[in-house]
């Protein structure tokens, strides 16, 4: 059941008439939208999302507005970029399925949305109860490639008060580079398949998909030159931070070289249960060298052989096709760190002394170690970075580890799993909240429906997935583990209100009802239903900000007074207004934007808006995707007030 509430809005805003705050809060998408309004390809501040209610609630049913138990910010998918490191296989863009995402016309800006969403949420109120944000936890892929310059990128803008240096490269190190560079990416490239080329539009600057003209982009976008833009995005800018706690989770490109390669690391290795990651060096040597790949993207699709030589031993490859590579300034800041403490011998600059868990330890932000400090101490043995903590009074979070860390020969490692020692520990850790009287939300990055790869490590065994299948295509998971999936664990405990994910780049949310519903066909033929128990749960998909539409979620449970819930879910641009002016990129006093960082997230997200390789449908095809009061028939035992 969900309807329509067009009123709520204007009988929140009688309720409160008397709080000052309310009118210098940061507008959410209940107020305002962006959008393109007139088919242009640019996009304009459009009429706001009014709040579908969802799920069983009584007619003319509005949460109250002082019943407040918890609201907090879920951000997802940064995918902080480097665009200029070695490391990166944007040539690999069009050549399969899984790589189509290996380069975006918005790269460079990744720094500077994540910035501008921070200058938007930092004073942001629920627009039901008027209360702040209490807490925000990331969904992941904070970074994009597991590198510590982009890991020290994220963690620096939401900790605040610091100098953020999107350039990469330390000039004058390598023979040949240009000491006057300002940035060493790809760019342009001509036709069919080369990059966008922000400068010009010429015959050999832009690819297929990147022209100011739709008639050369399939008629799906317009991607407009802002001269200089490459430049300026590499343009250092103070952090001013989310003045809040924050908490993270590992995404697979927080963790594998671009989201896909476990290759940066040797293992697990050991004895059962036990991590070790071992640097490889000549991958290493690869991110922090003087070489960068600037193989043709037309190079693969027309010689489909060479692709598994190339992903067998990328060094090697580079070594026997020296034509295919320049030279760049090298940056020991590109190496690639591990989940944990690594052992052998050590990785090359900042990585040698830290790990991707140990950098949340560098922070002027709260908590330390923003959630990674809770460890159990299975996930410390074998360097995964599951935990749990209470944000408030009968509230339990819980955070899992569901980056999939081998997945057999082809290094395509994006989707995810939950391996069984971690399963377990998440059912303990539902039945003790239980027992103490507390609701369980559970957080990860993979979505239930791409939890569902394959794992060979055998101490990982029996590799859980979670669902049982996918209702809109009941092909997957293609290979079904047989274990216990995560949508049965939460069926049978009543005490499961939601899981809330990111990894799709897509806004999204659906209701596992738990009544064993017939839900499709397995190819071979046999009937599939879903989990049946006492409890229901909803699950909820955040969009990217590294692609359209550049939103975070916030989202509020709220008492309602009767014995039930409600929580909350609105939608948030970040502050970048939709119409950067015109080019050039640097503030020349003639566009919408009134400060350089701004005007480059403004421009961040009309390239994602006009990137012929992204969805549009992300921002929720539905209005049920979007802003949403899901109503939930359980009690809150606990005064509010």
Known sequence: MHRRIVAIVIAVLLGLTTLGTAVAAPPTTLVRTIADRDGDFRLEYAAGDDYEVLGDAPEGFIPPHDGSILNFLQMSDFQMIDEESPGRVEFLDRTLPQFSSAYRPQDSLTTQITEAM???????????????????????DNADSQQFNETRWFIDILDGGQTVDPNSGVEGTCLDTPDDSIYDGVRGGGKPFGYYEPDGSGPEDDGNGYSPNPGENGGYGSVRDFPGLLEAANTPFQT??????????????????QGNSPDAYAGPGGAAGEGIEIARQEFQGIATGCAKFFIPPSFFPTNPGELGAF????????????????????????????????????????????????????????????????????????????????????????????????????PVCSEGSVDNTQFEWLRSEILDADAEGQYVMVFSHHTLKTIRLPNPDPSEQPVHYGQRVDPENPANPQNPSGAETLEDLYCDNSNVLAHIAGHEHENYTIHYDCDGDDVGTLPDGSPVTSAAGPGDFWHVSTAAHADWPQQ????????????????????????????????????DGRGAVGEQVLKLASIGRELAYNDFQGSRGARGDKESDRNVLIYIDRPYPYPTD
């Open 311 to 410: 992903l067998t031993n990328p060094g090697a490859y580079l070594a026997s096709h020296p034509s295919f590579a320049a030279p760049v300034p090298l940056d020991l800041r590109r190496c690639y760190l591990s989940k944990d403490e690594h052992t052998g011998p050590p990785p090359p600059g900042p990585c040698a002394g830290s790990s991707w868990i140990g950098e949340h330890f560098e922070t002027t932000g709260t908590p330390v170690g923003h959630g990674f400090a809770n460890r159990p101490p299975p996930a410390v043995t074998n360097h995964d970075g599951y935990y749990s903590f209470t944000p408030a009074t009968g509230v339990r979070f819980v955070v899992l580890d569901t980056v999939t860390d081998e997945c057999g020969p082809v």
């Open 552 to 587: 975070a979620r916030m989202i509020e449970l709220i008492d309602n007074g009767d014995a039930s819930m409600t929580l909350a879910l609105t939608l948030i641009d970040h502050a970048g207004p939709p119409n950067p002016g015109n080019a050039p990129a640097p503030l």
């Open 118 to 140: 921070v200058r938007q949420v930092r004073n942001t109120r629920s627009p039901i109860t008027q209360e702040e944000l209490d807490l925000t936890i990331l969904t992941g």
């Open 240 to 257: 001013i931070g989310l003045d809040m706690p924050w908490y993270s989770a590992f995404g697979n490109h927080d963790a594998l070289i």
